[in-house]
Structures are given as structure tokens and as C-alpha cells.
């Protein structure tokens, strides 16, 4: 884990899992309050295959078509925090992993930085 990304977590079990996608969690606050949907842009410019994790269906759903129980507050969050890192990321071996952690530091340390107009 690097800090603000945070791999969700499977259940023990008897057996390994074999990871298609990798869901993390991004917390915006480690990264100048950056949206998910950004700090996925820029780590696709930095060549590494993250991207916005599913949408909650309140979000997505016209409102006369979905009736909501509850503010569904554990569904808005995941839906401005959840990613995906795609497979061919993790068939990569221990060097190429270290891309990743290097891509979310150069996003953390610049991220004050994204969209301001100079």
C-alpha cells in the first residue's frame, strides 16, 4: 500500500485468488483532494492501466427509475474512491510493480499542482 491507495481486502480462505482486477481505494485527501476520475487520468498518463472503479447505480440511475432506501452513503463513497488496476499490471514482475508506487508519489507530490492555469 502506498499512502491514500489501499488495496481492498478478500476474505481468508483455503485458496488464492487469482486476480483479473485489483480494486483499490483512493483517499483524494493524500492527494491535494484530487477526484478519483483525475488522479486515474493522470496515472494513465504515467502508462499504468488504473482506472475509475464502477459507478453506484443511485448515481447512474434516473431518479424516477431508482428509488433509493436510505441516503446510500457507503454507495457514494465507493463511487468517488474505488479503482481498478487491470491485469495486464499484475502480470508484470517486481520491478515493473515498483512503477506503480513511483507514479502515485510523482501524482501526490505534484497534485496541488493539476488543473491550475499558470
Not at 434516473?62 to 441516503?71: I, M, Y
Not at 520491478?95 to 508506487?101: E, G, P, R
Request: aromatic share 8%; proline share 3%; charged share 20%.
Amino acid at each position: 500500500n502506498a499512502a491514500g491507495i489501499t488495496q481492498l481486502k478478500n476474505a481468508p480462505s483455503d485458496s488464492l485468488p487469482g486476480f483479473y482486477k485489483l480494486g483499490l481505494w483512493y483517499e483524494a485527501s493524500a492527494f491535494a483532494c484530487l477526484s478519483r476520475d483525475q488522479f486515474a487520468d493522470a496515472m494513465q498518463a504515467e502508462g499504468i492501466a488504473v482506472h475509475a472503479g464502477f459507478r453506484a447505480l443511485h448515481q447512474i440511475t434516473s431518479r424516477r427509475r431508482f428509488r433509493a432506501v436510505g441516503n446510500l452513503s457507503h454507495a457514494t463513497s465507493a463511487d468517488e474512491s474505488l479503482l481498478v488496476l487491470h491485469h495486464p499490471v499484475l502480470l508484470r514482475d517486481g520491478a515493473d510493480l515498483s512503477q506503480i508506487v513511483t507514479a502515485i508519489e510523482k501524482i501526490r507530490d505534484h497534485a496541488a499542482t493539476f488543473g491550475r492555469k499558470d
